[in-house]
């Protein structure tokens, strides 16, 4: 389980400088977890994900921990999502047609945390509403409304193009929810949050993305797909 997270501080650290926790406790004395952040770079947004336990249901606090002396240091959050879908693992995901394939992908330059994204093949064949999706086992995708995600297409998309579609049935055959994306750029990791109205601690049996217009043969990147419980 991943929590992703941007973060800025006022000067640069080290590994372990900076700490994320997580307690059923209000004051984060008996941590849950206790996780190294990367190193960040001084008044520099970064993003950055940990792995922490099993999934925690009952968490009443959370935060940020230095390990040394900083004396007069900031340290700006942003974005914080818990990931129902870091994108490890192409299980349970398919194309909604023959034209669209899913694969998992650990090439360098194809994710951005963990240690693998998601890849959606559309073929030139691929039509209008076509696109790849998770159909399975119901899971609560998490309070709040904000999606996050990051998705990189090999080709410019305009606003609207991508779809996000969530969905209480399998395959997307009646979405709740059916959210435009804003515009990617070719071959750009894009990071991208959308308020799904409906999707607050829904028990969703699928959600995936689909194109609204006809792009030709293209791929699409996705990775860390999490549910925003700050931002």
Partial sequence: FRVGMWLKSSI???????????????????????????????????????AIGAPRLALRSYGFWMTDDFAGTTIKADSISALFD??????????????????????????????????????????INDGCRRSGTAITIGPLTTVSMWVRSSIALNAGDLQWLDDGTAALASPEDTINLSAIPANTWTYVTLTAA???????????????????????DIDAIGKQISN
Avoid: H, M
Wanted: aromatic share 8%; proline share 2%; with cysteine.
């Fill in 12 to 50: 640069t650290t080290d590994a372990n400088d900076i700490s994320f926790r997580d307690d059923d406790a209000t004051d984060l004395t008996t941590p849950f977890d206790n996780v190294a952040i990367s190193p960040l770079t001084a008044d520099t947004w970064t993003y950055t994900s940990v």
């Fill in 86 to 127: 870091a994108g490890e693992s192409a299980v349970n995901w398919t194309g909604s047609s023959a034209d669209v394939t899913v694969a998992a992908t650990a090439a360098a330059g194809t994710f951005i945390e963990g240690v693998a994204g998601l890849r959606c093949t559309f073929a030139e064949t691929a039509a």
């Fill in 198 to 220: 409906n999707s607050a601690n829904k028990s969703t049996a699928s959600y995936g993305l689909r194109q609204t217009v006809d792009k030709g043969a293209f791929t699409l």
